[in-house]
């Protein structure tokens, strides 16, 4: 039996910034996490899809991770995406964060792979059983095509200890009910999609994996803040500013749109690691259009 902390709040899935020539710019992200630490959030998440996990070296992912951990200095959770395409190498990959100290995983299905159900079971208590960490499940069937429904969920629970919480990504709304009605507050759950966040956290959600709040940190904190204290008029006034922009996350080149809004609020280059090339042409107007109205609109915060 395990003891793990409660989490909860905004946990940004940090990107990766890239020089020109696609090395890992390690002064941006220093600077970056900075910043996000400052802003009021509660975790960082590393190597998440946002992250660009499978286009990075196992020895880039762990340089990474000791970066973040001297910024977060104890005093925000780190955790690392877990996108292995084997269940082997996932446990291999997360005893060596375990080892170094990481707090906390977010177990994403063995990519590539459509597993079937009791695929999906095998590899995440397998990866369960064979760690301490405490474990961030990430639900997106949209993107993974392998969906974690609450009676999977339970069944997961029941299991082991270490699953603390979901990143429910399913684009459902009320799949936040239906997992809390089918286990209580087993389970934190976490607002996974950025133009969902304000439905999800009404709903229930205690923490939210964010993207585009990259880009905009202080305006994403205030958001959350405002939900947290229940001021729900003032949120929802300052989420339809937002929603242009968190529309952003969502869609096949979410990559490259948030890499464009951070660079744009001069965080981080938009580089983006083949196969994923930078947008161009009609796309890229359109998504350079969206993070042009909503600096022009910014709110004061």
């Known amino acids: 039996m395990f003891s793990f902390p409660a989490w909860s709040g905004v946990f940004p899935a940090v990107t990766t910034p890239f020089h020109q020539d696609l090395s890992i710019d390690y002064t941006a ?32 992912k762990f340089e990474i991770l000791k970066l973040a951990k001297k910024v977060a200095n104890g005093k925000i959770q780190v955790l690392s995406g877990v996108a292995e395409c084997a269940t082997k190498q996932a446990v291999e990959y997360t005893q060596k964060c375990e080892a170094m100290g990481i707090d906390g995983i977010m177990l994403m299905p063995a990519m590539v792979y459509r597993a079937d159900r ?37 069944i997961l629970c029941n299991e ?29 759950i976490f607002s996974g999609v950025d133009d969902l966040a304000l439905e999800s ?14 880009a905009f940190p202080y305006e994403n904190q205030k958001l959350w803040d405002l939900m947290m204290a229940g001021k729900w008029d003032e949120a929802r006034e300052l989420y339809r500013w937002y929603t242009p922009l968190l529309h952003l996350d969502v869609g096949l080149k979410f990559v490259q749109n948030i890499k464009m809004a951070t660079q744009a609020t001069g965080y981080c280059p938009e580089w983006v690691r083949l196969p994923r090339l930078t947008l161009s042409g009609a796309e890229r107007a359109r998504v350079e259009k969206i993070i042009a109205d909503g600096l022009a609109k910014r709110p004061k915060i």
């Open 29 to 60: 992200l220093e600077k970056h996490l900075e910043v996000l630490l400052d802003s009021g959030v509660t975790g960082f998440v590393m190597h998440g899809s946002l992250g660009e996990n499978l286009a990075l070296t196992w020895d880039e």
């Open 118 to 154: 009791d695929e999906s079971l095998a590899h995440y208590r397998t990866v369960a059983k064979n760690t301490g960490l405490p474990i961030l499940i990430y639900n997106n069937p949209i993107a993974y095509h392998v969906d974690l429904t609450p009676e999977m969920l339970e």
């Open 160 to 188: 082991s200890d270490n699953f603390i919480a979901i990143k429910e990504s399913a684009g459902d709304v009320p799949r936040i009910t239906d997992i809390i009605n089918h286990m209580g507050d087993r389970l934190t």
């Open 201 to 214: 956290t009404f709903l229930g959600a205690k923490g939210w994996v964010a993207g585009i709040g990259l």
